[in-house]
């Protein structure tokens, strides 16, 4: 939770911020074991191209606690600290709350799959594994618990 706080807010902020009569774009999002892929949706011929992010790299998912209609990801898109910051955060406007959970909890699904598969791949390995984080909670229950938590 702590590295979406600021991006949502922020994007939120810029949202509000748009000139009138401005229209986000909308997009497909699709989870499946494989990872999170979310295509815009137009009715032009050109059509854009799908974004994938791989389970692999998704570090974690969460329902927003104040806007409740917001899905984040965390995409870790650098293992080391040369280049900056290691992640980005990808937010997501949905039609209602009960999507956005909805969205969590299938991330969290695809999570456990690919950590029966990495386990089952690794079993015989001496590597360490990597973690993933997904909360359940709901978001009045991660308020509850996040008091202090976070430095926004």
């Known amino acids: 939770m702590k590295h ?16 009138a009569h401005t229209i986000l774009p909308v997009v497909k999002v699709q989870v499946t074991k494989e990872g999170v892929t979310y295509v815009e949706v137009t009715d032009r011929k050109i059509k854009s191209d799908p974004v994938h992010f791989s389970v692999d790299v ?47 909890y299938a991330l969290a699904a695809a999570f456990q799959d690919y950590g029966r598969r990495v386990k089952e791949e690794n079993k015989d390995a001496d590597r360490p594994l990597k973690k993933f984080a997904i909360d359940l909670r709901t978001p009045e229950e991660q308020a509850a618990a996040s008091d202090g938590e976070t430095d926004a």
């Open 4 to 19: 979406t706080r600021k991006p949502v807010d922020y994007l939120v902020s810029q949202a509000k911020n748009l000139p």
């Open 58 to 104: 998704i570090s974690y998912g969460v329902q927003d606690l104040v806007y409740t209609r917001v899905f984040s990801m965390i995409i870790v898109t650098d293992d080391s600290l040369e280049n900056g910051i290691p992640f980005v955060c990808h937010s997501f406007v949905c039609e209602s709350r009960d999507q956005a959970r909805k969205i969590t």
